[in-house]
């Protein structure tokens, strides 16, 4: 079978198509076709192995997120059947409960091969069925993005009717959040450094849209925007940038959803606003088996969308982490087997 995957050594320039024995599924394991796979911001550090010692040995298959139909079924296998449409879960070790060590241990495309191949071989926990409503491409962008923002805004943010939620960007994250914020009826404020974004994610159903580089202070304005007492939840991508304007816009006893370090990873900001506003900062790293199921019937009953910026064929890679490293892009960026 063909792979695209990181070998000989790890730098981008090793990141080639190369070939391994198709795998044969086992007891309680499944065996999926796979049809299309997506991008995320981590894939941009794989290959020179940005997360350091605990990353699978070389050669390793590249991305986490993806979409496939199971074509065999080893003995035991009770929850699947051939001719599934299923989502590989990001996470192959968090099937359920509360995060722990053992369960963020396990992720595709980083400790164990991603989805950049023609078949996966994995347990039947280790997949679930997608949205019968989304193409392949579209069902491809949630196990990473999607359940990340399900999981900031709902399991863990428990995020209600007439809720402000501010969310940074209009990358893949940013706009499942979007979308599961208005699906739970609240009130979404968007920020971009880009007015043709913007007017984008107002046709998606953002309420206010801030231009930051018109307006540095938006965490003011965003504050008042809400009300004067500020936001209840900030879904924060950027990090080090953004966090200070964050805290500006959060309401005394709101959330920040920390969730992405794109402007930086050192935080320098003065606890006290933390500690005497009772801000609550949650770190998300996208979420469990779980999580996927809940958040897919809600995809489902509500015919959700995934907004999809582009799609590449399997043997362009490359120009799509390209594409992904321009920031050019609005929502997911995806591969078509």
Not at 250 to 266: C, E, K, N, Q, Y
């Amino acid at each position: 079978m063909r792979v695209f995957q990181v070998e000989d050594a790890w730098s981008m320039d090793n990141l080639r198509i190369g070939t391994r024995p198709d795998p044969h599924p086992g007891a309680r394991q499944v065996r999926i076709r796979m049809k299309a796979s997506a991008l995320n911001f981590r894939d941009l550090l794989v290959p020179a192995r940005g997360y350091g010692s605990r990353m699978k040995q070389l050669p390793l298959i590249m991305l986490g997120d993806g979409l496939g139909v199971v074509d065999s079924l080893g003995e035991g296998v009770t929850r699947l059947k051939p001719g599934d449409r299923v989502c590989p879960l990001f996470f192959q070790s968090w099937v359920s409960g509360a995060p722990n060590q053992q369960r963020l241990s396990l992720s595709l495309g980083c400790e164990l091969d991603g989805t950049m191949t023609e078949f996966m071989v994995l347990p039947e926990e280790g997949v679930a069925l997608a949205p019968a409503h989304l193409e392949d491409v579209e069902a491809a962008s949630l196990p990473a993005a999607a359940v990340t923002a399900w999981r900031a805004l709902v399991t863990e943010g428990r995020s209600m009717p007439g809720d402000k939620v501010l969310v940074q960007g209009t990358g893949g994250v940013s706009l499942f959040a979007l979308q599961f914020a208005k699906m739970l009826g609240a009130h979404v404020i968007i920020i971009s450094s880009s007015d043709e974004k913007l007017a984008r994610a107002r046709a998606m159903g953002a309420d206010e849209t801030i231009n930051y580089n018109t307006v540095p202070e938006w965490g003011k304005y965003a504050r008042e925007i809400a009300g004067g007492e500020g936001v209840d939840h900030v879904v924060e991508v950027g990090g080090q940038g953004t966090m200070a304007q964050s805290l500006r816009a959060v309401r005394p006893g709101g959330t920040i959803s920390v969730i992405g370090v794109l402007s930086g990873a050192t935080l320098n900001v003065p606890l006290g606003q933390i500690v005497t506003r009772h801000v609550r900062l949650q770190g998300i790293t996208v979420g469990s088996g779980d999580d996927f199921a809940q958040m897919a019937g809600a995809i489902g009953r509500h015919k959700v969308h995934p907004a999809i910026s582009r799609v590449f064929a399997f043997e362009e890679l490359h120009p799509a982490l390209d594409f992904l490293a321009s920031g050019k892009h609005f929502g997911k960026i995806c591969i078509k087997h």
